[in-house]
């Protein structure tokens, strides 16, 4: 979910670039600008246990820019483990979506920011690992956290653009990204029961 700012450095480029709609991009910003309010949103998923460690979530709505709106189509995503972790391998496990979150938030705002900036990519690609330790997990460690312990990403950026010019859109789009924000930064979860 990162983008471009308002007040980037050139904003020469008013066609489509990158696959980007610029002038629609320019236009979100200048609204935003000045009606901030339009920039709360709030997205949801829903998820039901299918059998086994499998489970179906489903995102179809969210609310924003004053609204509420829906998706051109409901996204049906599965996540199970892999029989070495007592599943069926039916899908990707939960944390491995967190990878693809943090990868394409960050890989969505190169995009956007570099239209922006009026910069051509050839090729963008990222490689993301999260190292893990299942002993807090299965509960046999208090010492050992639950979720990763280190996440690495490295990005390989081609374009029309002096290196130094596409690292520094890739820093932007880290440093706008939400993702990795609610990952470095925390973010306060609540979970409620309903039982019967």
């Given at each position: 979910m990162a983008t471009a700012t308002?007040?980037?450095?050139?904003?020469?480029?008013?066609?489509p670039l990158n696959g980007v709609d610029t002038p629609t991009l320019f236009g979100t910003l200048d609204v935003v600008k000045s009606q901030p309010e339009l920039a709360k949103f709030q997205f949801r998923?829903?998820?039901?246990?299918?059998?086994?460690?499998l489970?179906?979530?489903?995102?179809?709505?969210?609310?924003?820019?004053?609204?509420?709106?829906?998706?051109?189509?409901?996204?049906?995503?599965?996540?199970?483990?892999?029989?070495?972790?007592?599943?069926?391998?039916?899908?990707?496990?939960?944390?491995?979506?967190?990878?693809?979150?943090?990868?394409?938030?960050?890989?969505?705002?190169?995009?956007?920011?570099?239209?922006?900036r009026g910069v051509t990519l050839h090729d963008v690609e990222s490689h993301i690992e999260g190292d893990i330790d299942l002993l807090g997990i299965f509960g046999f460690s208090?010492?050992?956290?639950?979720g990763y312990q280190g996440i690495r990403v490295s990005f390989s950026i081609k374009g029309d653009a002096a290196p130094e010019k596409l690292q520094e859109i890739v820093e932007q789009s880290r440093a706008r990204s939400a993702v990795?924000?609610?990952?470095?930064n925390g973010v306060p979860v609540s979970l409620s029961v309903n039982a019967g």
């Open positions: 308002a007040n980037t450095p050139t904003r020469r480029e008013k066609v998923a829903r998820n039901r246990w299918q059998n086994g460690n489970s179906e979530t489903t995102i179809g709505t969210f609310t924003g820019a004053g609204g509420e709106h829906a998706h051109k189509s409901t996204f049906t995503l599965y996540a199970d483990h892999p029989a070495v972790l007592v599943g069926a391998d039916r899908a990707p496990l939960p944390i491995e979506y967190l990878l693809h979150a943090l990868a394409s938030c960050i890989m969505g705002g190169i995009a956007n920011i570099a239209a922006a208090k010492d050992v956290r639950n990795f924000d609610v990952l470095t």
